[in-house]
């Protein structure tokens, strides 16, 4: 039987690996109620506001560099409210479980993009002679079994016991422990380049 056993902070419990999975299918069965069409417009919407919110706060910080300080408030502030559009139709699609559900999805989802999507894509960029998307690929791929790695840590309950300080390198997404390194093991930035997580 496929049981991952851990306990938690947050409760003494076993975790049964299946049953997990079992309850996030069910979960999610649920939340398709959808029409296909609303889904799958809810869903175009979703990517359009996420990428919306994303251009407006690279346009914010071009305001900044010609030294446009008005203009790039402007752009944060309608990137917000772009990020307020994206999260409500995120919620149409998925619904958010306990903690402990949560994290092994969030380690099931990591596993999957570092083992399968990312290799695929960064073959296909490799294939293509897409060198900076083939980077791109292969960096977020090898910092997704980082994060895999840390959602086990806590599954694990390794962590519970302390806090721990996380820092996310800016260029690349590597997520270290503690303190941030000197250079970052991934994309070689330097330390400067890390930003604390609150
Ligand atoms: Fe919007
Ligand atoms: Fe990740
Ligand atoms: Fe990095």
């Known amino acids: ?23 996030i299918e069910h979960e999610e ?3 398709m109620k959808l029409k296909e069409r609303t889904a799958n ?4 919407a979703f990517v359009e506001e996420a990428k919306a919110h994303q251009r407006l706060l ?23 409210a772009e990020g307020v559009h994206s999260r409500r139709h995120f919620a149409l699609l998925e619904s958010v479980a306990d903690t402990q559900t949560n994290l092994d999805r969030a380690f099931q989802s990591e596993t999957a993009v570092n083992g399968v999507h ?16 083939a980077t791109v690929f292969s960096q977020a791929r090898d910092v997704e ?14 962590i519970a016991e302390e806090f721990t300080e996380y820092y996310v390198c ?3 997404g590597y997520t270290g ?22």
């Open 177 to 198: 422990e503690r303190k941030p390194p000197e250079t970052c093991p991934v994309c070689n930035a330097p330390k400067s380049k890390f930003k604390k997580v609150d």
């Open 118 to 133: 990312y290799p695929k894509m960064l073959k296909g960029a490799e294939e293509d002679g897409e060198k900076a998307a």
């Open 170 to 172: 800016t260029v690349c």
């Open 145 to 158: 079994a980082v994060h895999a790695k840390l959602y086990k840590k806590a599954l694990d309950h390794l």
């Open 29 to 31: 069965d649920a939340k």
């Open 41 to 44: 417009n809810v869903h175009t």
């Open 1 to 23: 039987m496929d049981t991952q056993k851990a306990t938690s902070k947050f409760g003494a419990r076993t975790i049964d690996a299946t049953f997990w999975r079992a309850r």
């Open 58 to 80: 690279m346009f914010a910080k071009q305001a900044e560099k010609e030294d446009l300080p008005q203009i790039a408030h402007l752009f944060r502030a309608v990137a917000a």
